[in-house]
């Protein structure tokens, strides 16, 4: 059990590190000075090198790097090219609401689909199940942006239970936060939550054509109780794969989600970056939503473990 | 009154009949025998009986036990009687326990389903029965997992979850099948004694005519879903007077005619030696006397057909601790042996004895850790043109096959061993002519592999094997998947084809019944050595070594009144 | 009726009919559109739809069924290419990593796998946005790359099993290499697999190009899309609904074809599943 989290520990460390190196690589053939860019282009050659120096743009490619990769282990992680504040604040704040975002649509999906997954599965062939594939079917079509243009029309201009858009940031309380983010969760939701209810529901369905489920109807479980202690169990690995594989949807999804509602998450911080060639800040943006969907990768490997008693055998 | 009766009892699935009218009596504490091959629907019967039937299923008729008629009452009310008054235990124990839970809890599950009692009392009762089933709590504590247990162990949780509650009809649908050998007497021997002790009626469906024989009373054999006859069983058998009944027993026990077997048998003297360098000695002195006749045909030096020295295989094993070195197991461990032009060699053994391994090394499949194995006194390790003399057929008719290619394709395949090319038209008529000396149409050809049934494909395996005219062919299990009358027809082609293209045979078998019959002589692996070397008449007669001697004595045995022999037609 | 006949009529024809009306539309648009698409209208702008434009106007007086369908040419381009890519890298590699497998290899390809996994396809747009600027080369090379590890991880793991099976060690003792055996023997047996991840990954792509477009790093505009059609007509909603309206429902329309195509071929093509559910 312990050989088997080293491992699997050691493999988001090398992940990181090679994800590091494309990341820093790739944006260092970005065309175009941010020196220059920030200065105009009638900035006089010494004016631009003394903000190079500030920068430390003068420096070698390869202590570059390492200055950047060394300060995002203390949390620093360098100063914007445009603000001139540091990044690691403007992430933090951005973060306060792309992370509760995506949080909250992925508890949204799974409280959706697995109470869908399970009736479409024990109702098999029935009009429940019939009902909960139609609707999954469609769910998973729908682009998510497109969803939640209709939202905030219905929702928001038309009977005005939300507002259309906007943050009004955590200090008007908790409530108030979330109230802004209900809409935004439920459309990156519902796909998701769609894709989930099919996964568990075809998961378990494989599982009841398992000879110990037989075995456990045979002991004198009905077929829901079997479902319940034996399936549910068993069923939950590939679903665990999903849920883990839609949570780096889910935080991609929110950056353009965050378009459609205006909100000062990740995902506008990334697009103002590109365009301002705010190098550090997307390097930064990029490698923090690398290192999120490496946890969570890792997260439910621990899970699998937490499971299925046969993977946390040796290795 | 009988304890179960099924009366009138058809079952259909998806709207095609699979039990016609079937009329079963089971009284209290007796054992009833089930007797079928494959498609017979006795596995069908069982899970009628349990309301297990998958979907799609309609019946018809009635299944009354102990006054109720079950298939009349809701699913709740059968779940009540299902694990308490009748419970069931199936064929394949590697898959019928849920691998996310403790077997403890499995057991105590099925307890607590029924009686009301505490948790700690459950357990109790758990461990009880699990000791009782063979399963000592010291040594398998309830806290155990399935894979934590061989086959043999996880079939004794299913039978200890069956009688836990002491039911009054235990169904067993072969359970003992997916078993080895000396496996299967234990875990007969097992049911016979619970069956005993708490005085329950045993329904063991089988198809192994002799398993039944020395466990039942009372016999059932079905065909294609009809009961063919059932009654007492000793009349039955003594005198076989249903067709089929006659035709099941001859197939059961047949002795393929093996005419022109080679005239000098093998001497071998040497039995039950565990020292691979006698034995080896011992080859090489033989070879020498009898190498003058082998090689009557040939000039020059005599090399057997097939030399496998000092043979070891090794896999790497789990690793011991963060930077341990893992401890390598030894599948194989120094095996050495012949196979001369022509004859029939058999090896024995039970699973995990390494004989798999071996196979795989002799086909080139797998590389050795050190030994040799030489055809025609030539390395394998020279390339393939070295192996077109060893051909295989596998034990699996379904998936031997690649289902995208027709028959034409899927035979032909091995020429592309051969140094020289071979032309369309040769392929095709090489082809016709191997499917017609397996005694299919050349017509077939063009067919695709599923168009076939088992035997059928069984036999497209020996013509794929045979169209490089090899001189040994390695059977890998290849009739066990079989039903016995098919079985007994693949063995007297292979017996038909040995004779006509002067073949050897490697017969790996876990079967003893059968490798005794087909073969000139065994070699008996035990943990991947060789035990027991020797005539097969001699081995199995005379047993020397200890676990020979376990071997065949847990082999089951027709009751000496059911013998086709001594009523000829 | 069969369970395999009623299948075919809930899944495979109305997903096929569905799939066949936008790729001919795209197709027809070549030759044909009911309007000029790069003629600005401005005094017919945002018209409802009417006999004349069937599905109305945009904010530039351009006929939304024209745009519509030259719009499924990118839709359809970019979704189609970024599969090719998929294909043409991951299968030959998850083949590759199944025929060594437990060698460094395999290992070495599939933590290669893992790396492309922990960056989402908007990740790499954006990425390559911020390099190359914004454009339908980059939607396609994006997904594309991100289409790479999900075949090479399904051939893979498909593959793994078939080497196992006994017709691939008689064609070993035929003695058949690595390449050969895969190449005719594994590859014909996860082919029908292949092809159905292929239309979910076409429908991935349709609604990946979408979201690209949407936040302007897709498709440039003279270039209709549907996801360009759509961000245009965000602020618009209030009082011309239907500018967004048939651009979501195009895509809602393509995608769902291309799943019930992709259920109905999996079916259809798998004769266990046929027997079953």
Redesign the interface.
């Known amino acids: 059990m312990l050989l088997y989290l080293l491992k699997r520990l050691f493999?988001l460390i090398?992940?990181l590190f090679?994800?590091s190196l494309?990341?820093f690589v790739?944006?260092e053939?970005?065309?175009g000075d941010p020196a220059s860019y920030m200065l105009g282009i009638n900035a006089s050659a010494d004016t631009v090198a003394a903000l190079k120096s500030e920068l430390g743009l003068d420096q070698s490619r390869f202590a570059r790097y390492i200055q950047w990769v060394g300060g995002m282990f203390q949390g620093d992680f360098g100063t914007s090219y445009t603000y001139r504040t540091p990044v690691a604040e403007m992430v933090r704040e951005r973060l306060n609401v792309s992370l509760p975002l995506t949080l909250f649509a992925l508890t949204l999906a799974i409280v959706l689909a697995f109470p869908a997954g399970l009736l479409a599965a024990s109702r098999?062939g029935g009009a429940a199940d019939s009902v909960v594939m139609a609707i999954t079917?469609?769910g998973?079509?729908?682009?998510?942006?497109?969803f939640a243009?209709?939202l905030?029309?219905l929702f928001a201009?038309k009977w005005q239970w939300f507002s259309a858009g906007g943050f009004p940031g955590w200090g008007e309380g908790f409530f108030v936060g979330m109230k802004a983010l209900v809409l935004p969760a439920v459309a990156l939701a519902l796909p998701q939550a769609s894709i989930l209810t099919r996964v568990l529901r075809s998961s378990l369905?494989d599982v009841l054509?398992e000879d110990y489920v037989r075995t456990a109807r045979a002991k004198g479980l009905t077929r829901r109780q079997a479902l319940w202690r034996h399936a549910l169990r068993n069923a939950m690995i590939p679903v665990l794969t999903i849920i883990g594989l839609q949570f780096?949807?889910l935080?991609?999804?929110a950056?353009?989600i965050e378009?459609?509602f205006f909100l000062p998450g990740l995902g506008r911080l990334?697009?103002q970056s590109?365009a301002q060639r705010d190098?550090i800040v997307?390097e930064s943006v990029?490698m923090l939503?690398?290192f999120a969907?490496?946890v969570v990768?890792f997260l439910v490997d621990i899970a699998y473990a937490w499971v299925d008693p046969r993977m946390r055998r040796g290795f | 009154m009988a304890l179960l009766t099924l009366e009138q009892l058809s079952v259909s699935i998806?709207d095609t009949p699979v039990l016609h009218n079937l009329n079963i009596d089971i009284e209290a504490g007796e054992v009833l025998g089930v007797i079928g091959e494959s498609g017979s629907g006795k596995s069908m019967t069982a899970l009628a009986i349990m309301g297990l039937l998958p979907?799609g299923a309609a019946l018809s008729g009635q299944i009354k036990f102990n006054g109720l008629i079950l298939n009349e009452l809701s699913e709740q009310e059968r779940a009540k009687i299902c694990g308490d008054d009748i419970s069931m235990v199936f064929q394949e124990p590697m898959t019928a326990l849920n691998p996310v839970h403790t077997i403890g809890d499995q057991v105590i599950e099925c307890i607590r389903l029924h009686q009301n009692i505490s948790g700690k009392a459950a357990a109790e009762l758990a461990r009880e029965t699990l000791a009782q089933c063979g399963l000592p709590p010291d040594e398998f504590p309830l806290s155990r997992y399935p894979h934590e247990l061989s086959g043999g162990q996880r079939q004794r949780v299913v039978i200890a979850m069956a009688v836990a509650l002491k039911p009054k009809l235990l169904i067993a649908d072969e359970p003992t099948t997916a078993l080895d050998v000396t496996t299967q007497a234990e875990i007969l021997d097992l049911l016979l004694s619970l069956k005993q002790t708490y005085d329950m009626a045993l329904m063991l469906i089988s198809h192994d005519l002799a398993v039944v024989a020395n466990m039942a009373s009372k016999v059932v054999i079905m065909k294609e879903g009809h009961v063919v006859e059932q009654g007492p069983i000793e009349p039955l058998f003594r005198e076989l007077s249903h067709p089929y009944t006659r035709a099941l027993f001859k197939a059961s026990d047949h002795v393929p005619d093996r005419k022109n077997m080679p005239s000098i048998q093998p001497s071998e003297s040497i039995q039950g030696t565990d020292t691979h360098d006698d034995v080896s000695k011992d080859d090489t002195n033989r070879t020498a006397n009898t190498s003058d006749i082998k090689s009557a045909g040939t000039s020059g030096h005599y090399s057997p057909l097939l030399e496998v020295s000092d043979l070891i295989c090794e896999y790497p094993g789990t690793r011991q601790g963060w930077f341990g070195r893992s401890k390598k197991f030894r599948a194989v461990n120094e095996v050495s042996f012949q196979v001369h032009a022509g004859e029939s060699v058999g090896l024995v053994g039970e699973s995990g004895c390494g004989k798999s391994t071996l196979t795989?090394a002799i086909?080139?499949?797998m590389n050795p850790a050190s030994g040799q194995i030489a055809i025609n006194g030539r390395n394998i390790t020279q390339g393939?043109e070295v192996?077109?003399h060893?051909?295989?057929v596998?034990?699996?008719p379904y998936?031997?096959?690649?289902?995208?290619?027709k028959v034409q394709r899927l035979v032909s395949?091995?020429?592309?061993?051969l140094t020289q090319k071979v032309s369309s038209k040769e392929r095709k008529l090489l082809v016709a002519q191997m499917l017609e000396s397996v005694g299919l149409h050349a017509n077939d050809a063009d067919k695709y592999i599923h168009e076939f049934s088992g035997g059928q494909r069984q036999r497209i395996?020996i013509a794929?094997a045979l169209i490089i005219r090899p001189k040994l062919i390695v059977l890998d299990e290849a009739v066990s998947a079989l039903d016995v009358s098919i079985r007994a027809k693949v063995l007297d082609l292979l017996a038909s084809l040995a004779n006509s293209h002067g073949l050897a045979y490697l017969f790996i078998s876990h079967d003893l019944s059968v490798v005794r019959n087909v073969t000139d002589r065994v070699l008996v692996m035990q943990a991947g050595a060789i035990v027991e070397r020797g005539n097969t008449g001699d081995v199995f007669n005379h047993p020397a070594h200890e676990y020979t001697q376990r071997l065949v004595a847990s082999v089951p045995r027709l009751p000496d009144y059911a013998h086709v022999a001594e009523h000829p037609l | 009726m069969s369970?395999a006949a009623s299948s075919r009529f809930k899944t495979l024809l109305p997903g096929a009919f569905l799939v066949l009306v936008f790729f001919g539309a795209a197709l027809i648009s070549f030759f044909y559109t009911p309007f000029d698409v790069e003629t600005l209208n401005i005094k017919n702008r945002m018209l409802t739809p009417n006999a004349v434009n069937w599905l109305g106007t945009d904010h530039f007086g351009r006929d939304i069924l024209s745009m519509l369908m030259v719009g499924a040419r990118t839709s359809i381009a970019v979704a189609f290419i970024a599969v090719g890519i998929g294909v043409l890298f991951g299968v030959p590699l998850g083949l590759l990593a199944a025929s060594y497998r437990g060698r460094w290899a395999d290992e070495f390809i599939m933590?290669g796998n893992?790396?492309v996994?922990?960056?989402?396809?908007?990740?790499i747009a954006?990425?390559i946005?911020?390099?190359f600027g914004p454009g339908a080369v980059n939607a396609i090379i994006a997904i594309g790359i991100f289409n790479v590890p999900v075949f090479a991880r399904l051939t893979r793991g498909a593959s793994l099993s078939l080497w196992n099976?006994?017709?691939i060690?008689?064609?070993?003792?035929?003695?058949?290499g690595s390449a050969r055996i895969s190449f005719e023997?594994i590859l014909?047996?996860i082919l029908n697999l292949l092809i159905v991840q292929s239309t979910i990954q076409f429908?991935l792509g349709i609604?990946a190009e979408?979201?690209l477009s949407?936040?302007?790093l897709g498709a440039q505009p003279p270039t209709p899309s549907w996801g360009r059609m759509?961000a245009d007509?965000?602020t618009l909603?209030?009082v011309a609904?239907h500018l967004?309206l048939f651009?979501?429902m195009v895509?809602?329309?393509t995608?769902?074809g291309l799943?019930?195509l992709g259920d109905g071929l999996r079916d259809w093509l798998d004769p266990r599943l046929r027997r079953?559910?």
Not at chain 2, 399 to 405: A, D, E, I, T, V
Not at chain 3, 117 to 123: K, S, V
């Open positions: 493999s090398v992940t090679v994800a494309v990341v790739v944006l053939v970005v065309p098999r079917q469609l998973v079509a729908i682009p998510n942006f497109w243009m209709w905030v029309l201009i369905l054509n780096s949807f935080l991609a999804g950056i353009i378009n459609v990334i697009f590109i190098l997307v990029i939503l690398v969907v490496v990768t | 998806h979907h795989r086909l080139g499949l393939f192996l077109r060893v051909q295989v596998f034990q699996d998936g031997s096959f690649n289902p995208r290619h395949e091995p020429l592309h061993v395996a794929r | 369970v933590r893992d790396l996994f922990a960056f989402p396809a908007l990740l954006i990425m946005t911020a390099v099976r006994e017709f060690m008689a064609a070993r003792v035929a003695g058949k023997h014909p047996n429908s609604l979408a979201g949407y936040v302007g759509l007509s965000q909603t209030t609904p967004a651009p979501g895509i809602v329309l995608v769902l799943n019930l079953e559910r």
